[in-house]
């Protein structure tokens, strides 16, 4: 009789638990802004979110459920007890009869993504205690002489109508046109007042996002994971080598890599996303920045 009671028990709480896992995967379908503190509040009270703010509400209701939490104890108490037959990459078993002189290779599980090596990823030309520092009391200064310099434009971009537009956290929109415009998030360094970059997105020319989006295209995604694996690896970037490396992008969808010699990429016919600084006879300091291929530059 008890062994029956346990065996309804566990029947019961499997599928809760299935239950749980296919709300959960649900979650999918349901716009990420909606995953995140908002920021924008017109995106909370658009009527067409509803159902999607209900559909979590539900969600975190049966989570919180009894039924769900006691499950969720009875699932870790065994796990704790036996583990055995979960690695995440043991090979799989082959289960089929064979023929006794014709053995069939089992192949491994799926190995996960790993990402380019430290040393493929380019770094910046100039040391970045050669530059003059930004902050937040010089920038109005440093933004106005940059437009006056450059074809590519520099401004403050604002969130909220009262937003103070020089207390860092502080959203720099840098455009090239019909190329590319991209949100740069500055903030204090360490050590100083200077203003440095924590975060870029790119998007398209035309888009209207904010820093907590990416955009709708391919190519400006990619961009955007380049330009995150860059800040990542050489922390602390100053503005000035930050937008440097941004203007270098002006012949995105025109200049062929230096490695394959074509504009769009045999995978994915993305353009060159990577751009590696190649110095000259004047020393590190002095030369280009080469577009490339991610593939082509991995591969280089």
């Known amino acids: 009789m008890a062994d029956a009671e346990t065996s309804t028990l566990l029947s019961s709480q499997i599928q809760t638990l299935s239950d749980l896992q296919s709300r959960l995967q649900s979650l999918r379908h349901i716009p990420r802004v909606l995953l995140r503190p908002p920021h924008i509040p017109a995106v909370i009270s658009a009527p067409n979110l509803r159902p999607q703010f209900q559909q979590l509400d539900d969600i975190v209701q049966l989570l919180r459920s009894s039924p769900t939490q006691l499950a969720l104890r009875s699932a870790n108490g065994r796990l704790l007890t036996d583990s055995s037959d979960l690695a995440p990459y043991s090979r799989r078993e082959n289960k089929k009869c064979v023929h006794p002189f014709h053995v069939h290779n089992v192949p491994d599980s799926p190995q996960p993504y790993l990402p380019p090596e430290v040393d493929k990823i380019p770094p910046f030309p100039r040391d970045s205690s050669t530059y003059e520092s930004v902050t937040s009391d010089n ?20 969130n909220a109508p009262k937003q103070n537009i020089l207390e860092p956290p502080i959203t720099l929109r840098f455009s090239i046109l019909n190329v590319l415009c991209a949100l740069l998030s500055l903030n204090y360094s360490q050590s100083d007042t200077r203003l440095i970059v924590e ?46 490396l941004l203007e270098s992008y002006d012949g995105l969808f025109i200049e062929k890599c230096t490695v394959c010699e074509r504009v769009l990429s045999a995978e994915g016919h993305i353009p060159p996303v990577v751009r590696v600084w190649t110095a000259n006879e004047k020393g590190q300091a002095s030369g280009k920045w080469q577009p490339m291929h991610i593939m082509c530059q991995q591969g280089s």
């Open 199 to 244: 975060t870029i997105s790119i998007y398209g020319p035309r888009e209207k996002k904010t820093p907590q989006t990416q955009s709708d295209f391919t190519v400006y995604q990619c961009l955007s994971q380049h330009m995150g694996k860059m800040l990542q690896l050489q922390a602390q970037s100053p503005l000035q080598s930050i937008l440097e």
């Open 139 to 158: 920038l109005v200064d440093y933004i106005r002489d940059f437009n006056k310099k450059h074809h590519s434009k520099l401004q403050v971009w604002v």
